[in-house]
């Protein structure tokens, strides 16, 4: 009877090669399934006569090929029934010549049974050419092509034994938000250029969450990803599988199995990894000393309690494995089916006044703060560090530091600088205002008004007078910057019961109003300018301080959208 098939077991060759080239056992089944007795099947290469070599198990009195297999050709056969015992506990089949001389034969170990959903099953064991060993998958009785064997043809899809590729798990995400879900990482690290990782299984916390029923072709280099906790367990592509068996990666103690030939008698643990969130839980503790008793884990597990969002664990792309904690590194910005290397985008540091709001006030001036508004694309916990400071000092590194309380009137900077795990940082400024109030435009206000004035803008220096040409310098009018709104408003206001004329005073309060380039020039009636020189005392020494010119727009000259200075325009005798 003449078939095609190809699997795995371990062979010994006789020392005789033309020999050793012409047979080999390439399946054996040593227990009897269902109806199926147990029996073995050999591939011939090249025309011979079959009968004239004998079968035998190694114990009892050797037994003839039978006739029919006389002068036959290179092909795949079988017996349905062996006609020599097959031993459960492991045996061997030689192949004899009629001197009773060993041509070739087969060693295969114990071969496991039992039953799966009131189906019966047992191991075969078949000959793999790529790893020159025989390697168990299971045959069920109730006929499941994903666990069948492949008696009379060439064993296509023989798993790849274990010992000759290598595959780890490169990256773990046991609390990742981008996607909603967490997710696993294997690397194939290296190994022939065809890879098959049927029965490959994850174990998650000791509980399966996949499992290779069919043949998966895979190659050095590739990395495959498994996203944990979706609706749905299929794959997604060559690449990309998704398995709804849990919710998620735990988020305290956890560990993660991989391992080859998954239920068979040559079960393999291929790698091992464990983590935990201050302490592991009495079960993962039993787990994990598992691991430690078998070799495939060593010492402490990785922690994880500083983790934030989005943040994994991953070994380098060396991928060495010493199966300890240092083998892992803590990867800022998780990177699923891609190689470990840090991808961080920045932070963006955003100071808030809370209470009032307010920016300008007179001593004592109570401010109360907050950084909790500045953001990473990252995810909020990214940001690892908030630093205050006024005048260059720091005074806090809390998102919320205590109120502050300035006493003596003058011109504050406060700064926020937030940085983030990868070094990246952003710093944020505001102008803090204190001044003593003015109540009247006499001699004295208005020159602390013009001295306030002056202080702002120098504080918020703009372009170069240089930047605009001579005539435009000879206009009667001209637009200073102030970034704070209420301190534009105060100054204002301190006068506006004074004097009705400054109510004409135009106040531009965003960009948005701004259709000329800067400086804007403000036209108003001489009479208007007159007042304004006599009120608030402007002078043409005020072209010294810095210009408006540029200032609220950007490098292509187009008006910024998001520029929070402000400009009054103040007239000139």
């Not at 109730?142 to 490169?170: C, E, K, W």
């Not at 000329?516 to 108003?524: E, N, S, V």
């Amino acid at each position: 009877m003449r078939f095609s098939i190809l699997t795995s077991v371990f062979v010994l060759l006789a020392s005789n090669l033309s020999f050793a080239q012409t047979f080999q056992i390439t399946e054996i089944s040593p227990h009897k399934v269902g109806e199926m007795e147990e029996w073995f099947e050999f591939r011939v290469e090249g025309e011979v006569d079959l009968t004239q070599y004998k079968v035998s198990n190694g114990k009892n009195k050797s037994k003839p090929l039978d006739s029919s297999f006389a002068s036959e050709t290179s092909g795949y056969y079988f017996f349905e029934k062996s006609p020599v015992s097959l031993a459960n506990d492991g045996g061997v089949i030689q192949i004899l010549n009629l001197n009773e001389e060993i041509i070739h034969e087969a060693v295969y170990p114990k071969t496991k049974k039992g039953s799966t959903k009131n189906f019966d099953w047992a191991e075969i064991w078949h000959w793999s050419d790529v790893g020159q060993k025989f390697v168990p998958q299971r045959y069920h009785t109730d006929g499941d092509p994903n666990f069948s064997h492949t008696r009379g043809a060439p064993n296509t899809d023989v798993p790849t034994p274990s010992d000759q590729f290598r595959i780890l798990v490169s990256e773990v995400s046991p609390d990742w938000q981008r996607e909603g879900y967490d997710f696993i990482e294997l690397a194939v690290v290296s190994g022939p250029d065809r890879i098959n990782l049927r029965s490959l299984e994850i174990k998650h916390n000791g509980t399966q969450l996949w499992r290779f029923d069919r043949s998966e072709w895979v190659s050095p280099g590739d990395l495959l990803v498994w996203y944990v906790g979706t609706d749905t367990t299929t794959k997604m592509s060559d690449e990309i599988f998704h398995t709804a068996a849990k919710e998620g990666l735990s988020a305290g103690s956890g560990t993660i199995e991989l391992n080859a030939l998954e239920g068979t008698s040559s079960e393999t643990n291929l790698d091992a990894v464990c983590w935990r969130d201050e302490v592991l839980s009495q079960t993962e503790a039993k787990r994990v000393q598992k691991f430690r008793d078998a070799g495939h884990w060593q010492g402490d597990c990785v922690e994880i309690s500083q983790l934030i969002d989005n943040e994994s664990l991953a070994r380098d792309e060396d991928f060495l494995d010493t199966h300890t904690a240092p083998d892992w590194q803590r990867h800022f910005n998780g990177s699923a089916g891609q190689k470990n290397t840090v991808q961080n985008s920045p932070p963006q540091a955003v100071i808030r006044i809370q209470g009032s709001g307010k920016t300008i006030g007179t001593p004592p001036f109570s401010l109360n703060v907050t950084g909790e508004d500045s953001s990473d694309p990252d995810g909020l916990k990214d940001i690892e560090s908030y630093t205050w400071k006024l005048d260059g000092d720091i005074f806090s590194e809390k998102a919320n530091p205590a109120n502050i309380k300035l006493e003596t009137a003058k011109i504050y900077q406060l700064e926020l600088t937030v940085k983030d795990h990868s070094g990246a940082s952003s710093t944020a400024r505001q102008t803090i205002v204190v001044a003593n109030r003015v109540s009247a435009p006499s001699a004295s206000n208005s020159t602390e008004f013009k001295a306030h004035l002056k202080a702002s803008l120098a504080s918020n220096p703009a372009d170069s007078p240089s930047n605009l040409s001579a005539p435009e310098r000879k206009e009667d009018f001209f637009a200073p910057v102030l970034t704070n709104k209420e301190f534009v408003t105060a100054l204002f206001a301190a006068r506006k019961s004074q004097s009705k004329v400054l109510s004409s005073v135009e106040v531009i309060t965003s960009p948005k109003e701004i259709s000329d380039p800067w400086p804007r020039r403000i036209k108003l009636p001489k009479i208007v300018r007159q007042r304004l020189h006599k009120n608030i005392g402007l002078i043409w020494d005020w072209r010294l301080a810095p210009w408006a010119a540029g200032v609220g727009s950007t490098s292509d000259g187009a008006i910024d959208q998001n520029s929070e200075r402000f400009a009054i325009g103040f007239g000139v005798p």
